[in-house]
Nanobody
Framework: QVQLVESGGGLVQAGGSLRLSCAAS????????MGWFRQAPGKEREFVAA????????SYAYSLKGRFTISRDNAKNTVYLQMNSLKPEDTAVYYC????????????????????WGQGTQVTVSS
């Protein structure tokens, strides 16, 4: 059974930082591209960042580039999202997702491309 478990969310003041983690089990993690998405109340789920199975390729939502960094540790079956200079508009539930892309070294920004999803972790940024 595949499980993706996010952690690291919480309440932070504007300008602060958080590091989200997503621990994967039940799949061959190193063969999956991983993505982070978020969903704010009343809005659709949107792409945040993605990383290829080997970490060689990353992509970001244009508006977030420079503040957020995605990384992975295949030895720990974990993907991370470092979020800096947080703004109130970053408030959302953040989800990680897995996409079986191997051997292609790419990472999709499309929710429909992802095979598995976590339950999400809440990030709240106060002004």
């Amino acid at each position: 059974q595949v499980q993706l478990v996010e952690s690291g969310g919480g309440l932070v003041q504007a300008g602060g930082s958080l590091r989200l983690s997503c621990a994967a089990s039940g799949l061959t993690f190193s063969r999956y591209a991983m993505g982070w998405f978020r969903q704010a109340p009343g809005k659709e789920r949107e792409f945040v960042a993605a990383i290829s199975w080997n970490g060689g390729s990353t992509s970001y939502a244009y508006s977030l580039k420079g503040r957020f960094t995605i990384s992975r540790d295949n030895a720990k079956n974990t993907v991370y999202l470092q979020m800096n200079s947080l703004k109130p508009e970053d408030t959302a539930v953040y989800y990680c997702a897995a996409d079986h892309k191997f051997p292609a070294s790419s990472a999709s920004s499309l929710t429909g491309d992802y095979d598995y999803w976590g339950q999400g972790t809440q990030v709240t940024v106060s002004s």
